[in-house]
């Protein structure tokens, strides 16, 4: 198979851990006679410190001509702590998702037997915990308009708004995952005080009865914020809105322990991406210390997801396993235990996989 | 002392637990010679039922005219499944929160040694976690308008607004906590993607140098939904938005293990109110098993921050944390020991208050 991919590492961490994520690309993809071209491009920090835009339109342009995107992180403390800067790594995101018309933002929660003693919830609640959060990604009050100030500066105000279509694709998207899993599906909104998610509650009740076999049950956010908490063993696939979702991803991916581990895809109109979950980590950039391994799980995301190279994907779980298991692991894991460099964990998974 | 307040037992478990804190309540004040005057009135579905209104005008009156308002619980299963319901119990609190101009939620997130192990996060990181949410009520995307639909009902939209008045008061309230605390504010928003956060940003730095001895510092909600989970302790006391509150508050709310016992006030413009923060419960409704703790809190704290009774309200304190050494307790968290019922709990306090 050919496989084209646009490679955005981004900015603080992103190019050490897209390294060894991009060779063992390689590696799969010469042990499977699967053809890969890629090509890189800035985003970001980088990309504003290079051209003025975060989101430059070369970069559009190749990912719009790839059949997937490798992205590492974006983010500068430089230009963190001025929320009135003009123009910020973040707009970059944002752009990059409506462009690219990124629709649903995939992360699977899972966690992995050696790491759950560093959950912070009780091993007995957690272990085993093994859901699916989708977010949508290109609606709500991250893009709806009016967005601004009064003239005197004084007041303040957003909109959300959500359609049909928007609703409708991701909702699907999340019924093709929970068919494929415990089928289960929970919609989680705040649908008995805001309009936008009546109608989320309204269309998931219009769908739900074309998947018989799904069960399908509803969820308000401030509850679902506990019940990850309390019970994380009860979800399957969990679906919901561009802003919930930004803060309850976030919440599920801290209980397993393993934040430096989880990937992350996006499913897109013109394309997809894969990404880890965790940001830039601008401490760590330059020093060789950073956790490849979710940057790494998100490579086999983009085989299995991207491509549906399912073996491909496991190989690459197989290789990331072993590696936990035999401790050839980073210093955020090594938990006393010999810390291993960025490059050092790379290139043992890629022999593994080249094994 | 005159003690003027309106009871609102509301629904569910409401009137089982409100009779116990009332109890109590008479108990302190005839201890310390204050004139308690009370009266009942409903709110909630209850309201619903008798009058078509959940927050009828009488209540509203009743309120106004009273110093402080203790609060049970609201919500029925009967309106809980049909989010286009023309009437809802919600509406009624949203309705009390903007008349009573309960600009300012606060709640407690504090550790009983004794439910430590009750919590689901592990016993080292929820030990001795001790802070307070303060979360904007009457404000932002609950209120907001335009909110509804487009004409053909595939669009919808809700709008979140802010003035600087609403957020200036609430960061006043906010910083006077944290100077009676540990003298740390952190405050929660969403400055890089939404314009309201990016005003309460401002607000907030404007309004830091006067308040020299307390440190603020800002945190993106999706990290706080993190960091609350993964480091509790480092919260002295945390202040948000309406809808980030609701989210983050709750969420908190879980991780000490004591649900049941975390009461709840709003400071507003025409009076305060004092809450239990666990529902309605209506799977426990009239079986004098619910845990009436956070009710009995709830008229603790109206003893502090409603009348500045700080004796009395300590009193109770320690009188609620009489009953848990003693095993005085509801089913919830009697651990395989004795349970004992609602009115059990409640009537031993009150002995241990008049002793
Ligand atoms: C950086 C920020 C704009 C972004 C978001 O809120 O979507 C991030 O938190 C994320 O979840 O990818
Ligand atoms: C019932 C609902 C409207 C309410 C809210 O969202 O404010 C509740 O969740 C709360 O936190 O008091």
Redesign the interface.
């Known amino acids: 198979m050919q496989l084209k991919i646009a490679v955005l590492p981004g900015d603080g961490i992103g190019p050490e851990i897209m390294k060894q994520a991009l060779n063992i690309t390689s590696a799969v993809c010469e042990k499977f006679g699967h053809t890969l071209t890629y090509k890189e491009a800035i985003v970001g920090a980088c990309a504003i410190d290079a051209t003025g835009d975060p989101y430059p339109a070369e970069t559009h342009e190749l990912c719009m001509q790839s059949d997937a995107v490798l992205f590492g992180a974006i983010g500068d403390p430089k230009y963190d702590n001025d929320?009135?800067a003009k123009v910020?790594p973040?707009q970059g995101l944002?752009r990059m998702r409506k462009q690219l018309g990124l629709y649903g933002n995939i992360r699977p929660v899972m966690t992995f037997p050696s790491l759950v003693h560093k959950?912070?919830?009780?091993a007995d609640?957690v272990d085993g915990a093994d859901f699916v959060c989708i977010r949508e990604l290109t609606g709500g009050?991250?893009f709806?308009r009016p967005?601004?100030?009064s003239e005197d500066g004084?007041?303040?105000?957003?909109?959300?708004?959500?359609?049909?279509?928007e609703i409708e694709r991701v909702l699907h998207l999340a019924y093709k995952f929970a068919g494929q899993r415990r089928k289960k599906l929970t919609v989680v909104d705040?649908?008995?005080?805001?309009?936008?998610?009546?109608?989320w509650?309204?269309i998931a009740q219009e769908i739900a009865p074309q998947y018989p076999d799904i069960e399908t049950d509803f969820l308000f956010?401030?509850?679902a914020?506990?019940r990850i908490?309390?019970w994380p063993k009860s979800f399957d696939v969990m679906v919901t809105e561009n802003?919930?979702g930004?803060?309850?991803t976030?919440?599920a991916?801290?209980?397993t322990g393993s934040l430096g581990l989880l990937p992350s895809a996006s499913v897109g109109l013109h394309t997809s991406l894969f990404e880890p979950i965790h940001g830039s980590y601008p401490q760590a950039t330059g020093k060789n210390i950073a956790n490849p391994l979710a940057m790494i799980l998100s490579a086999a995301l983009m085989f299995e997801y991207g491509f549906n190279l399912m073996e491909e994907g496991a190989l690459i779980r197989k290789a990331v396993n072993a590696s936990l298991e035999t401790g050839v692991v980073t210093e955020d894991i090594a938990d006393g235990g010999k810390a291993y460099s960025t490059s050092d964990v790379g290139e043992w998974i890629e022999r593994f996989v080249r094994g």
Not at 119 to 122: A, E
Not at 155 to 161: G, L, P, S
Not at 190 to 199: F, G, P, Y
């Open positions: 929320p009135n910020r973040e944002l959950s912070p919830l009780r609640l009050m991250y709806g967005q601004g100030r004084n007041t303040a105000y957003d909109t959300c708004v959500y359609t049909r279509e705040k649908a008995n005080v805001i309009a936008t998610s009546r109608l509650r309204q956010v401030d509850n914020a506990m908490i309390q802003l919930f930004d803060i309850l976030d919440e991916s801290v209980i």
